[in-house]
């Protein structure tokens, strides 16, 4: 199983999808009348191709966003759009990687990739399509095995291709790598940063770790907890050799996401 991060040549036989804005407008959300907002007034756009971490503590809302943007969640006020599409329930052109991988035991992994596939009706190309994405994911050899025979981060990455197989537009990321050990973690995050950039896909993954930010996303959102607001917005800057722990430009570009992190926390 590969350790090392993949390279954008290692894709180049993948189709690049299409790409998709995300605009959040006016979002708030209460669950309960008289349990207060857990969202306010969240106004955010992501770009087409951008990669955004939503950082935050429990309690921030930053899990509730990311629900509403893949339609699982309606607003109790505000819009989201992805492309020229208003969000009104879930759809295959975005599509949401949990943090348990969520795969049928008894089935193959070529079985539980081409899930979303089979039940959407497609017949056609459905095994050529499986076997791209697996490849993407560095699973091929695994296709005819048995998933729960697989480690957790070989099922983690069944639970990536399953959710490219449809060839989505944008993927979200409700920190699906969270229970791994911290070397499976970092392959993955690495990995998952470059076959998003590879096929053109906007990606918005919720996390409360700053590293983890650092190395997948372009760009830092911060949101409070116990306001349900955002309260900072930055640019991760490095480059993409730069994107390893061990870097010194890594290591600088952490420093500074982490003092902005402490010092939106006591911001009121």
């Not at 930053?62 to 339609?71: C, E, F, Q, V, Y």
Request: aromatic share 4%; charged share 20%.
């Amino acid at each position: 199983m590969r350790h090392t991060p993949l390279e954008p040549s290692q894709t180049d036989a993948v189709a690049v999808t299409a790409t998709a804005e995300v605009r959040i407008t006016a979002v708030g959300h209460t669950y309960r009348v008289g349990d207060g907002e857990v969202l306010s007034g969240i106004d955010l756009n992501i770009g087409a191709g951008e990669v955004v971490a939503l950082i935050g503590r429990s309690g921030s809302g930053k899990s509730t966003l990311l629900h509403i943007i893949a339609g699982l969640l309606e607003p109790s006020e505000g819009v989201v759009h992805i492309g020229n599409e208003r969000v009104t329930g879930p759809s295959a052109a975005w599509v949401m990687m949990f943090q348990a991988p969520s795969l049928f035991p008894w089935m193959t992994v070529a079985e539980n990739a081409g899930l979303g596939l089979r039940y959407s009706g497609q017949k056609e190309g459905v095994d050529d399509r499986v076997a791209e994405v697996l490849d993407l994911v560095d699973l091929s050899a695994f296709s005819d095995r048995n998933v729960q025979d697989l480690s957790g981060g070989q099922q983690q990455r069944v639970a990536l291709a399953r959710s490219l197989a449809p060839n989505p537009d944008v993927l979200l990321l409700d920190e699906p790598f969270s229970a791994l050990d911290m070397f499976t973690r970092q392959s993955m995050q690495q990995d998952v940063r470059a076959i998003t950039k590879r096929l053109g896909l906007t990606m918005v993954l919720v996390t409360h770790d700053v590293s983890e930010a650092a190395l997948m996303a372009d760009r830092a959102v911060f949101l409070k907890s116990g306001s349900g607001k955002i309260v900072g917005d930055t640019p991760v800057g490095l480059a993409p050799k730069a994107r390893d722990l061990n870097n010194p430009d890594f290591q600088a570009e952490l420093a500074r996401l982490n003092g902005i992190y402490s010092q939106m926390q006591t911001q009121c």
